[in-house]
């Protein structure tokens, strides 16, 4: 079953605005992971925030995370066009320590 | 380092063929694993390797077998392919210690079709 799913599902925004995508997950974890997908590639790490964090900056990306709420956003600020991509959660469970469970994932579209 | 390599990138297969879908990674990573890719399912854990001669299994095992005889390579093997099967399989490796839930670097990925 999937543990992390993302909110929206697609989401379209002009360059230079922000975007912000939201995960939510079922069980208690010891971090959550963000990705990115180029279409037709393999996915790439973007940030990593662990379970006793609640913020992390990462250039443009900002991640929260809100234990209490089994949530966590990304938010990409100053879009690109090279922002486009599918982008996805991953919950590593407290109980599963070698197992990384991921969402379904948020395709954004930046215009130009 | 090239990283996380995977062999082929596409592959047509025939209902009951069999067929190993190749990963190695030069990153003395410890820990690997195979993901499928669906449309709207995200990814699902296949199997994993927390080091050489250790696997298991994840989310959906049934169908594939693996090994792991070697640090570097972490093949995945597909016993009799089912329509079912068609996928994108992403190959995946980690070094730390909890290797499977942290950074994962991935493979760019083997898009298979099972007619």
């Known amino acids: 079953s999937q543990q992390g799913e993302e909110d929206p599902q697609a989401l379209s925004i002009q360059e230079g605005e922000n975007a912000t995508m939201n995960c939510s997950y079922k069980?208690?974890?010891?971090?959550l992971q963000w990705y990115r997908q180029n279409s037709g590639r393999g996915l790439v790490h973007l940030i990593l925030?662990?379970?006793?964090?609640r913020e992390k900056h990462s250039g443009r990306l900002r991640v929260t995370l809100d234990t209490s709420k089994k949530s966590s956003s990304l938010l990409i600020t100053a879009s690109r066009a090279a922002d486009t991509a599918s982008y996805f959660c991953a919950t590593g469970g407290r109980g599963n320590t070698d197992k990384l469970i991921f969402g379904t994932g948020t395709r954004l579209q930046v215009f130009p | 380092n090239a990283g996380v390599t995977q062999t082929p990138k596409f592959q047509v297969l025939k209902t009951g063929q069999s067929m190993t879908l190749q990963c190695a990674q030069d990153?003395?990573?410890?820990?690997m694993s195979w993901y499928r890719q669906d449309p709207g399912m995200g990814l699902r854990l296949i199997h994993y390797?927390?080091?050489?001669?250790?696997?298991d299994q994840g989310e959906v095992p049934n169908g594939y077998n693996v090994s792991r005889s070697t640090t570097e390579d972490f093949p995945l093997r597909l016993l009799s392919a089912a329509p079912s099967q068609t996928s994108v399989y992403f190959c995946?490796?980690?070094?730390?210690?909890?290797?499977?839930?942290?950074?994962?670097?991935f493979g760019p990925g083997t898009r298979l079709t099972v007619l």
């Open positions: 990153m003395n990573h410890e820990y």
């Open positions: 995946a490796s980690s070094n730390t210690g909890a290797g499977g839930t942290d950074t994962q670097y």
């Open positions: 390797s927390v080091g050489a001669g250790i696997t």
């Open positions: 925030i662990r379970s006793n964090e």
């Open positions: 069980t208690s974890i010891n971090n």
